[in-house]
């Protein structure tokens, strides 16, 4: 006997995500998730971001490693509301695990939710967490190459961030070749070159992400 | 190591599948995974094989099938072969395409016995 199934096998997944967006909707909370390779700057980004939109903008951090809550700390130390879930060796976050980092914030007293994934270069982006967007942060170090050799996360991505620019004259990174390879992938995507371990570049990120947040509020 | 729970929501569909049309076994199944997915079919096979063991599909084998990227135009409305991650149109280079294959993931056909 054979049957023809068709059936989405990441459906269950999708399913949450759905559930997690109304969450996100009906509070008015603009939702992003952070995606990189390890040691790109994914948590130095979220700490400069919390110094420089903490005390203008709402916000919440729901911190994704493998193990340990040395991320989470480093963000709860600027202030902002934390939470850390541990994926114990899973390699990406998936919509189940933010469902239950949710229910301990404070969903009403927030505009924005930055939700950082494992990271991994591959798979965060098959897994829809119910974000409204997905950003990308590639660093200089890793090289250029990275936009050809693992397009699906730039192809999905709304922003990418191009990290430790004041790097650039010691890595062999060619910042016009790995621009325009990821605008082949993804034409739209907006791209923000900046340090921020040197808190360089940021304003154009800040005013970009004010903005999502204002578009939600101005829906409620 | 996302392939193995990608493989137990695999099984999961597959054992539903099998109990709604009553299936006593689960010879074969077919699963199309696109090419711009996560999924290598080598570790999903791996995976899948360690957990079916106590399931209605412990003697299945699994075939994956990698769909290649395909692209559609709307500009020209083309439709096209997108390689080596050239996602513009290869007739009249508009970049903002739609990919209309290569990003799925799913259970295409499940055989087996009643």
Known sequence: ?220 | MHELSIAMSLLEIIERTARANGMSRVTKVLVKAGELTSVEPESLSFCFNEIKKESIAASAELLVEVVPLQGCCPVCGSDFDIKDSKLFCSMCGNRDIRIIAGEELCLFQVEGES
């Not at chain 1, 192809?155 to 191009?162: C, D, E, P, Q, T």
């Not at chain 1, 990821?182 to 004010?210: C, H, M, V, Y």
């Open chain 1, 1 to 220: 006997m054979e049957v023809k199934v068709v059936s989405n096998i990441l459906k269950a997944n999708e399913l949450i995500a759905e559930a997690n967006r109304q969450v996100f909707e009906r509070a008015g909370i603009y939702a992003l998730n952070l995606m990189s390779s390890p040691g790109a700057g994914k948590t130095t980004l979220l700490e400069a971001l919390a110094e420089e939109l903490g005390s203008e903008i709402r916000m919440a951090v729901i911190e994704g490693d493998i193990a340990t809550a040395a991320d989470s700390e480093r963000i709860a130390a600027k202030g902002v509301p934390t939470v850390q879930i541990n994926t114990g060796g899973g390699c990406h976050l998936e919509a189940g695990m933010v469902a239950r980092a949710l229910d301990s914030l404070p969903l009403s007293e927030l505009d924005l939710i930055i939700i950082e994934n494992v990271g991994n270069l591959v798979c965060p982006a098959d897994f829809s967490l119910g974000e409204q967007d997905k950003a990308l942060i590639l660093s200089v170090s890793e090289g250029s190459d990275k936009p050809k050799k693992y397009p699906a996360m730039f192809r999905r991505s709304s922003f990418l961030v191009i990290n430790k620019i004041d790097l650039l004259d010691r890595c062999n990174f060619n910042l016009e070749k790995a621009v325009s390879d990821a605008r082949s992938i993804q034409p739209n995507l907006d791209i923000f070159p900046l340090s921020a371990t040197k808190r360089e570049g940021l304003a154009p990120l800040i005013d970009w992400l004010r903005q999502k947040v204002e578009s939600i509020k101005g829906r409620r």
